[in-house]
């Protein structure tokens, strides 16, 4: 099974910083990578897909990088409705697995 | 749009199915997955099935014991679940293809006695 490893697992942000997470995946899994935000209460929405490319809807401030093992989700000017918790998830093979998430809190 | 109902408290050993009504997009070209997140936890992969329903993809931890199908005459997706246990308890969620989009509203499945 491939495992996923997201870093940190929680980080304080300002509103406007730039914030950056990494998922690392135990072996090489190309562009197949998605990034998900969920806030509480609510179903996980999908932010990035094929690693780099944004979901429609999705404002611009929000890129994703990396392939092979190495993935990042960047957020270049955090805004108060950012404020989540960050998954990153692999659909190289099955079983499908999920990062453990990353909880983006207001310093 | 994805409707998951069928959620319910069930004891330890027991069964039951989960249906998810699709609606917005040709159902039948997609495959379909089901995501399960219990309070407090990673989202967890569950179970995935063709668009035709020829093919059907389980984790581990429910092989043997979850039954994934479809109706794509009816825009249905469905999660049988027997022989549940108390870790089984969660919040299931029904998704669009693998790379999850769009997510449902999500149905809560409690195993308790």
């Known amino acids: 099974d491939i495992q996923m490893t997201q870093s940190p697992s929680s980080l304080s942000a300002s509103v406007g910083d730039r914030v950056t997470i990494t998922c690392r995946a135990s072996?090489?899994?190309?562009?197949?990578l998605a990034w998900y935000q969920q806030k509480p209460g609510k179903a996980p929405k999908r932010l990035i897909y094929?690693?780099?490319s944004l979901q429609s809807g999705v404002p611009s401030r929000f890129s994703g990088s990396g392939s092979g093992t190495e993935f990042t989700l960047t957020i270049s000017s955090l805004q108060p409705e950012d404020f989540a918790t960050y998954y990153c998830?692999?659909?190289?093979?099955?079983?499908?697995?999920f990062g453990g998430g990353t909880k983006v809190e207001i310093k | 749009q994805l409707l998951e109902s069928g959620g319910a408290l069930v004891q330890p050993g027991g069964s039951l199915r989960l249906s998810c009504a699709a609606s917005?997009?040709?159902?039948?070209?997609?495959?379909m997955s089901w995501v399960r997140q219990a309070p407090g936890k990673v989202p967890e992969w569950v179970s995935s099935?063709?668009?035709?329903?020829?093919?059907?993809y389980y984790a581990d931890f429910v092989k043997g014991r979850f039954t994934i199908s479809r109706d794509n005459s009816k825009n249905r997706l469905y999660l049988q679940m027997n022989s549940l246990r108390a870790e089984d308890t969660a919040v299931y969620y029904c998704?669009?293809?693998?790379?999850?989009?769009?997510w449902g509203q999500g149905t809560l499945v409690t195993v308790s006695s």
């Open positions: 998704a669009k293809t693998v790379v999850f989009d769009p």
């Open positions: 917005g997009f040709t159902f039948s070209n997609y495959a």
């Open positions: 099935i063709s668009g035709s329903g020829g093919s059907t």
């Open positions: 072996q090489g899994i190309r562009n197949d």
């Open positions: 094929a690693a780099t």
């Open positions: 998830q692999h659909h190289n093979n099955y079983p499908l697995t």
